[in-house]
């Protein structure tokens, strides 16, 4: 039993290999240039704060500690102070959709496409909605709305390549990542993303030069070495894949994809203790693929007891 390498694609955002995409993300929108301490304001104080400085603190939370919960409070009350703040609103509705609260989400990027409808980041913002449910068929006219308000919209165009990958439509895929690049070159999702569709397209070597570009604007992404690793696998330079597969994991050291990818290049290479270690690893962050790779292992031991039972004279 072989069990397939893990590819990872942006959306901005995971063949013999098993699919995953992360969005790339939107920014958050500030309001004014006021300055904003979070250790001064809480969430639950709107009198000693404006709506403008609870949405900075709200931005804070969200883009610096990661504190997306907490960013939803600073949010809420900016909108209590000022219910007509579009830009607090989607900010909430961004807020949302980080902790998947997609209803939530929905509802707000509904109500601003009311108010605004040339509004193209709601557009956009529904369509990663929609994807993160899974719903592939449902984003794509948000994303085509959203290009159409807005054609050099290159961080839609490369999260509107993603659904259409995930629906196997890989050439169109391609030409919505090249126009991303096109308006900005220096976009490393586009380049990793362009190559996992060059990859299932069956162009491996203009997908390694794709992703050697992504590496090379910035070779500190953990899901770029991954995929780097799957290309390389194909090619059969197997060393250099592993070795990105490790980069992968130093890197991030949660990433289930890579770890289960560096455990099948190390049971390749007969090292099944490493694999076993891998798996130990892989059972606390991904359940779903250390299942697979159990059952990976399990079939390789059987596999290799049977070889060594010799028959009788």
């Known amino acids: 039993m072989i069990m397939q390498k893990v590819f990872i694609i942006f959306a901005v955002i995971i063949l013999s290999s098993t699919v995953e995409a992360q969005m790339k993300m ?3 929108q500030v309001i004014a240039d006021e300055p904003a301490n979070s250790t001064q304001i809480k969430p639950d104080s709107t009198k000693t704060a404006n709506f403008v400085e609870l949405n900075k603190l709200g931005v804070q ?18 909108i209590e102070a000022a219910p007509d703040c579009s830009r607090c609103k989607f900010n909430l509705g961004r807020s949302f959709l980080q902790v998947e609260k997609f209803d939530d989400a929905v509802k707000i990027f509904n109500e601003l496409i009311a108010v605004d409808p040339n509004g193209s980041d709601a557009y956009a913002s529904l ?4 994807y993160r449910k899974d719903l592939f068929d449902e984003s794509l006219p948000f994303f085509q709305k959203a290009l159409k308000l807005n054609p050099k919209d290159t961080v839609t165009l490369c999260n509107y ?19 991303a690049i096109k308006l900005q070159p220096d ?7 362009r190559g996992y569709t060059l990859f299932r397209l069956g162009r491996y070597k203009d ?8 590496e090379k604007l910035d070779p500190e ?3 770029v070495h991954n995929n780097l690793g799957v290309v390389l696998d194909e090619l059969g330079k197997k060393k250099e894949a592993k070795a990105h597969y490790e980069k992968a994991v130093r890197l991030k050291p949660d990433y289930g994809a890579a770890i289960s990818n560096l455990a099948i290049a190390n049971l390749e290479e007969g090292n099944r203790e490493a694999a076993y270690q891998q798996l130990k690893i892989l059972e606390k962050v991904d359940f779903k693929l250390a299942g697979q790779l159990r059952n990976v292992l399990w079939s390789k031991y059987v596999v290799d007891a049977s070889q060594q039972v010799k028959p009788k004279d």
């Open 26 to 28: 939107r920014n958050l």
């Open 61 to 78: 939370k969200y883009l610096i500690e990661k504190d997306y919960n907490q960013a939803i409070a600073f949010f809420s009350k900016a």
């Open 127 to 130: 369509g990663e909605t929609y």
């Open 161 to 179: 390549a993603v659904s259409l990958t995930m629906l196997e439509k890989h050439q169109e895929a391609l030409e919505n990542l090249d126009k």
């Open 187 to 193: 976009f490393t999702e586009a380049y990793s993303n």
């Open 207 to 214: 997908a390694l030069e794709s992703l050697k570009k992504a």
């Open 221 to 223: 992404v953990a899901q």
